[in-house]
């Protein structure tokens, strides 16, 4: 079955770094790229970051939204069926359930996403 697992969420002060994970299986995940998205309470799902598939004509190309560019890096680890987030310079705002997702082919957008993992808390206070 397919499954997309994040880790590594927590609680981190403000102006501080967390690196987040997620591990893919049940599918052929160098077909598809990876990305993150956000929910916090009372908002609605947003994109943070992609990375296209490794086998696309877009290899490695990456997106980001507007609110976490220049903050956020996200990548592909030496573990094909895994990415990351790395966050730095983090914000009360950024405090969401951090999910991670798979769509074919290479990133162009966030509107067209197949598969979802459960989410994993990240906090920002202090």
């Known amino acids: 079955q397919v499954q997309l697992v994040e880790s590594g969420g927590g609680l981190v002060q403000p102006g501080g770094s967390l690196r987040i994970s997620c591990v893919a299986s049940?599918?052929?995940?160098?077909?598809?790229?990876l990305g993150w998205f956000r929910q916090a309470p009372g908002n609605e799902r947003e994109g943070v970051a992609c990375i296209s598939s490794i086998i696309s004509s877009s290899s490695g190309d990456t997106i980001y939204a507007d609110s976490t560019q220049g903050r956020f890096t996200i990548s592909r680890g030496s573990a094909k069926n895994t990415v990351y987030l790395q966050m730095n310079s983090l914000r009360p705002e950024d405090t969401s359930v951090y999910y991670c997702?798979?769509?074919?082919?290479?990133?162009?957008?966030?509107?067209?996403?197949?598969?979802w993992g459960q989410g994993t808390q990240v906090t920002v206070s202090g």
């Open positions: 049940g599918f052929n995940v160098e077909n598809y790229a």
């Open positions: 997702a798979a769509e074919p082919g290479y990133c162009t957008g966030f509107n067209e996403w197949d598969y």
